[in-house]
């Protein structure tokens, strides 16, 4: 068990709606990341936050926004959703923002548009 | 733009016998870190071995090590005596100071009892 909790594990939803993913990072992790995985695809990076704050945006299209709250949960909005939006979306946190922490991930989140 | 390539969608190794995984990237930069992760079926990511760049010393973790070419810009994974626990997705990742992991496709290995 890594320690990163997301929720929920599995997400069915139509083309056109919105929904948020959320994700409690491991005791004591300041940094949380957030990842897409499609299907046959390496994880895309979206955004990352240290200590409430947006770092590092990757590939993170407008239609999806995040924010890190002050108890360093976070949540991943996804709207406007379309079929290619189905994917794995997988949180990870660490201690800090570099790579001498380890990055936990969670189990991730299934979503899938129909 | 950093990049990682992995060119093997899969392989598959027969148990106990030794197979090596491929990765190689692009960059610019000349501090920065590798990763190997391993995705089972369960669909955690799990660190297998990190190799910092600075460091001419391939990292070792029990049966994983791995081939750290530098000026080739490669880091090959290699999986010794393999179990089928070992059966997996593996992805390649870099870092550099940009607050962002990026990782490679992925190969799927299979192992054969």
């Known amino acids: 068990d890594s320690g990163v909790t997301q929720t929920p594990k599995h997400l069915i939803t139509a083309t056109g709606q919105r929904v948020t993913l959320r994700c409690s990072p491991r005791?004591?992790?300041?940094?949380v990341y957030w990842y897409q995985q499609s299907l046959d695809q390496g994880l895309q990076f979206l955004i990352q936050y240290y200590n409430g704050e947006e770092r590092a945006k990757g590939n993170i299209l407008e239609r999806f926004s995040a924010q890190q709250f002050p108890d360093l949960h976070s949540e991943l909005n996804l709207s406007s959703l379309e079929l290619g939006d189905s994917a794995l979306y997988f949180c990870?946190?660490?201690?800090?923002?570099?790579?001498?922490?380890?990055?936990?991930f969670g189990n991730g989140t299934r979503l899938t548009v129909t | 733009a950093q990049t990682v390539t992995q060119s093997q969608p899969e392989m598959s190794v027969q148990e106990a016998e030794t197979v090596t995984l491929s990765c190689t990237y692009d960059?610019?930069?000349?501090?920065?870190?590798l990763f190997w992760y391993k995705q089972p079926p369960s669909r955690q990511m799990i660190l297998v071995i990190r190799q910092e760049a600075y460091k001419q010393q391939n990292a070792t973790e029990n049966r994983f090590s791995v081939n750290f070419q530098k000026a080739a810009k490669s880091f090959s994974l290699k999986i010794s005596d393999s179990q089928l626990g070992d059966a997996a997705m593996y992805f390649c990742?870099?870092?550099?100071?940009?607050?962002?992991?990026?990782f490679g496709t992925g190969t799927r290995l299979k192992v054969l009892a």
């Open positions: 990870a946190s660490s201690a800090g923002q570099g790579p001498i922490t380890p990055l936990h």
């Open positions: 990742a870099y870092y550099s100071g940009t607050y962002k992991y990026i």
């Open positions: 960059t610019s930069e000349s501090d920065y870190y």
């Open positions: 005791s004591g992790d300041l940094s």
